[in-house]
């Protein structure tokens, strides 16, 4: 086993992914799926695009942002051990955001399509996990824009006044 995938094995022991992962799952996990870096600015996943692969933070900070006015607002941005991509692949629906590194000698660790697939009949166990994290990273998205429109609410008609 090369030293990369030690490193990559114990960085995902310490993230929710794989908490209830054995290290020989996480490692089959590894397996499945390609580290890639990026560099500053670079684009990972455009809007428009629909996702044909999922994407886990290893190392570097990744900016979501959409088009507005002819220029790109920054949204929201992602760390290591955070997922993303996760909508637009599963709902294969086109991204209404863009992905960017937004960090030097940034890190993911990319799960496509076919290799999810693969891992779906492979490993049935380690897809459930794959699987609730997912909607854990969902949930902390639906939470954070509940937050968001409840605070514009409140400057908007007053606290309690909607």
Known sequence: ??????????????????ESLTVKEVQTLLDFMELVPYRKNEVIADIGEVGEALYFVVQGIIALTVEESGGENEIATVQAGDMLGEMSFFDRQPRSIRLRAKTDETKLLRLTRTMYNRLRVEHPYITVTLLEQTIISLDHLFRHLTAEVTTYADYLFGKGKK
């Open 1 to 18: 086993m090369t030293s990369e995938k030690v490193s990559l094995t114990e960085f995902l022991k310490q993230q929710y992914l794989a």
